[in-house]
């Protein structure tokens, strides 16, 4: 009868140790969506200034306009052309994180380059 009360006294703090990795776990997912991730750039303002970067319409601009963007290749590219084509315009900037091949960290690279006007 011992052991069976070993064994539960064991559990029940594993039991516990995950509940709490799981909190920490939930709490971070949190604040990582509450951070608004908006205000976030890959370049300092400086940079961005001295880059003299022409802006891309990325509801109007084609192939070759497409392929200037940093990391932009013409797999990349396509799969903006057809999301537009599928989708219709993009309504925000944001909504080219729904391109396929396109990534958080992509679109932050992005964000001081394209416009939707």
Do not use: H, W
Not at 41 to 46: I, M
């Amino acid at each position: 009868m011992e052991r069976f009360f070993n064994f539960f006294k064991s559990t029940k703090i594993l039991i516990i140790a995950c509940l709490m990795l799981l909190l920490v776990m939930i709490l971070f997912s949190v604040y990582d969506v509450a951070v608004d991730k908006t205000d976030r750039y890959a370049y300092d303002k400086e940079e961005i200034e001295s880059m003299e970067v022409e802006l891309v319409n990325i509801n109007k601009a084609d192939l070759d306009a497409l392929c200037t963007l940093p990391d932009v290749g013409i797999v990349t590219a396509n799969e903006i052309i057809n999301y537009r084509n599928e989708n219709g315009e993009f309504k925000s900037i944001e909504d080219i994180q729904y391109v396929k091949g396109i990534s958080y960290n992509e679109y932050i690279k992005l964000l001081p380059m394209i416009t939707i006007e």
